[in-house]
């Protein structure tokens, strides 16, 4: 759990004179953190939140380079060039972005696969810097804070399910850490300075304009709630559109610079297949209908081999189907084609256990709270403790997992009163 930053004596005071510039407009907002705080916040959170929502996209790094230019391009234009800023491409099928305080920027390989040229990707990544340059979150943060809300909720939250549902768990099993909603006028404000950035940079403040119309577009076709993320945290409507084309006529044209975009995305176009039979995959998985997504997902693996996730959704299903030795194998794979994500570890790690591999499991387990913790490693390294005997450790991991609450919670508090009780 991350600290309150502001204890119930500071906030009296701070509320005081808790009034700051916005670096980027000039005008007075709330705040009653610093921008130090701000920036450690940011440190802090941003691996728990690429963790927790897919990871890096690894199947091509250029496309990663390439984003973090584009944005370190916008980010020495912005009104804040001092914020140590950061851009990376998520593993993650659902179209969004989103900053944290300081400067760290996230876009969803699902988003890039929408766009058309680098002035709309300048346009996603302009609006989000100048979040992160205005200070938006702090005032969020501040009007929780007056409202009584706290800042509790800057902890990474924990989801209630226990090992026996993986299949429906897929890659989440961590909650989601804080992504502000911002309100209108934060979103007009972001949209307005974000082009100003685009312009200064070189860009054609017309992609502002396209990405906005393509935002409205996809709300009132969409057929999914995978839109819901995207439209909660940057609700479009045809106002916004309208706002950023009479900006725009105020700004110089530039480039659009879309052959370069499109050899930036050309793996992603290439396993367009690919990544939809892993999504049909999870969507008939939801429904109930396994034998179904293993073949979706089998197949999104013949179409691209070094794609760690869909071996991971693979060890799900097995898991689900108790087909433990090849679940682990699955597993296997998907740790091999990408060590850096906790979920891989930690499945990798429970699957090991069920086959009563207690070696194999504590190492896994273990290091999947080098990326993450949560209280399914916590719950099951207590497990394999106690299969080994060592009751001491296994009493200390159940601990820390009966603080998470729901399920799995509940059932290590359950083994610790049934540990206390031989004692």
Same mark, same amino acid.
């Given at each position: 759990?991350?600290?309150?930053?502001?204890?119930?004596?500071?906030?009296?005071?701070?509320?005081?004179?808790?009034?700051?510039?916005?670096?980027?407009?000039?005008?007075?907002?709330?705040?009653?953190?610093?921008?130090?705080?701000?920036?450690?916040?940011?440190?802090?959170?941003?691996?728990?939140?690429?963790?927790?929502?897919?990871?890096?996209?690894?199947?091509?790094?250029?496309?990663?380079?390439?984003?973090?230019?584009?944005?370190?391009?916008?980010?020495?234009?912005?009104?804040?060039?001092?914020?140590?800023?950061?851009?990376?491409?998520?593993?993650?099928?659902?179209?969004?972005?989103?900053?944290?305080?300081?400067?760290?920027?996230?876009?969803?390989?699902?988003?890039?696969?929408?766009?058309?040229?680098?002035? &709309?990707? #300048?346009?996603? /990544?302009?609006?989000?810097?100048?979040?992160? =340059? %205005?200070?938006?979150? !702090?005032? +969020?943060?501040?009007?929780?804070?007056?409202?009584?809300?706290?800042?509790?909720?800057?902890?990474?939250?924990?989801?209630?399910?226990?090992?026996?549902?993986?299949?429906?768990?897929?890659?989440?099993?961590?909650?989601?850490?804080?992504?502000?909603?911002?309100?209108?006028?934060?979103?007009?404000?972001?949209?307005?300075?974000?082009?100003?950035?685009?312009?200064?940079?070189?860009?054609?403040?017309?992609?502002?304009?396209?990405?906005?119309?393509k935002f409205v577009k996809l709300k009132?076709?969409?057929?999914?709630?995978?839109?819901?993320?995207?439209?909660?945290?940057?609700?479009?409507?045809?106002?916004?559109?309208?706002?950023?084309? &009479?900006? #725009?006529?105020? /700004?110089?044209?530039?480039?659009?610079?879309? =052959? %370069?975009?499109?050899? !930036?995305? +050309?793996?992603?176009?290439?396993?367009?297949?690919?990544?939809?039979?892993?999504?049909?995959?999870?969507?008939?998985?939801?429904?109930?209908?396994?034998?179904?997504?293993?073949?979706?997902?089998?197949?999104?693996?013949?179409?691209?081999?070094?794609?760690?996730?869909?071996?991971?959704?693979?060890?799900?299903?097995?898991?689900?189907?108790?087909?433990?030795?090849?679940?682990?194998?699955?597993?296997?794979?998907?740790?091999?084609?990408?060590?850096?994500?906790?979920?891989h570890w930690l499945k990798r790690g429970?699957?090991?256990?069920?086959?009563?591999?207690?070696?194999?499991?504590?190492?896994?387990?273990?290091?999947?709270?080098?990326?993450?913790?949560?209280?399914?490693?916590?719950?099951?390294?207590?497990?394999?403790?106690?299969?080994?005997?060592?009751?001491?450790?296994?009493?200390?991991?159940?601990?820390?997992?009966?603080?998470?609450?729901?399920?799995?919670?509940?059932?290590?508090?359950?083994?610790?009163?049934?540990?206390?009780?031989?004692?």
């Amino acid at each position: 759990m991350i600290p309150r930053l502001i204890t119930c004596c500071a906030l009296t005071a701070s509320l005081l004179s808790g009034c700051a510039v916005n670096p980027v407009t000039g005008e007075q907002q709330l705040s009653l953190i610093s921008q130090g705080q701000e920036v450690a916040l940011g440190e802090q959170q941003y691996p728990i939140n690429q963790q927790q929502q897919g990871g890096e996209y690894v199947v091509d790094p250029s496309l990663q380079d390439y984003v973090s230019r584009v944005g370190q391009k916008l980010a020495k234009v912005s009104d804040q060039p001092q914020l140590p800023y950061e851009f990376v491409v998520l593993n993650n099928s659902t179209p969004n972005a989103w900053a944290l305080p300081g400067g760290k920027i996230a876009v969803n390989r699902g988003l890039l696969t929408i766009l058309e040229d680098e002035a &709309e990707l #300048a346009a996603v /990544l302009g609006h989000e810097i100048v979040h992160a =340059a %205005a200070r938006h979150s !702090a005032s +969020a943060m501040s009007q929780q804070q007056v409202l009584g809300a706290g800042l509790a909720v800057l902890g990474a939250t924990t989801q209630n399910t226990a090992y026996g549902d993986l299949v429906a768990l897929g890659g989440q099993l961590g909650g989601s850490a804080y992504i502000a909603r911002y309100g209108r006028s934060n979103e007009l404000e972001a949209d307005k300075y974000g082009m100003k950035y685009m312009a200064a940079a070189g860009y054609d403040p017309q992609g502002a304009v396209r990405l906005q119309q393509k935002f409205v577009k996809l709300k009132e076709g969409r057929q999914s709630s995978a839109l819901e993320a995207l439209f909660a945290s940057h609700p479009p409507s045809q106002a916004r559109v309208n706002a950023n084309i &009479e900006y #725009a006529k105020q /700004l110089p044209t530039g480039n659009a610079n879309r =052959a %370069a975009y499109q050899r !930036a995305i +050309a793996q992603l176009n290439r396993d367009a297949d690919a990544y939809g039979n892993y999504d049909q995959a999870l969507k008939a998985a939801s429904n109930k209908q396994y034998d179904q997504a293993l073949s979706l997902v089998r197949r999104a693996q013949q179409q691209q081999p070094r794609e760690a996730a869909f071996y991971q959704f693979e060890g799900d299903l097995l898991t689900h189907q108790e087909q433990y030795q090849a679940a682990y194998k699955a597993y296997d794979s998907a740790v091999q084609k990408n060590p850096g994500l906790f979920s891989h570890w930690l499945k990798r790690g429970l699957v090991a256990a069920k086959l009563n591999n207690y070696t194999d499991a504590e190492r896994d387990l273990t290091r999947s709270l080098r990326y993450l913790e949560t209280p399914h490693a916590h719950y099951y390294l207590g497990q394999v403790y106690e299969k080994k005997g060592e009751v001491k450790n296994a009493y200390s991991h159940y601990q820390t997992a009966s603080k998470a609450g729901g399920e799995i919670g509940s059932a290590a508090q359950a083994r610790m009163q049934a540990l206390g009780s031989q004692g």
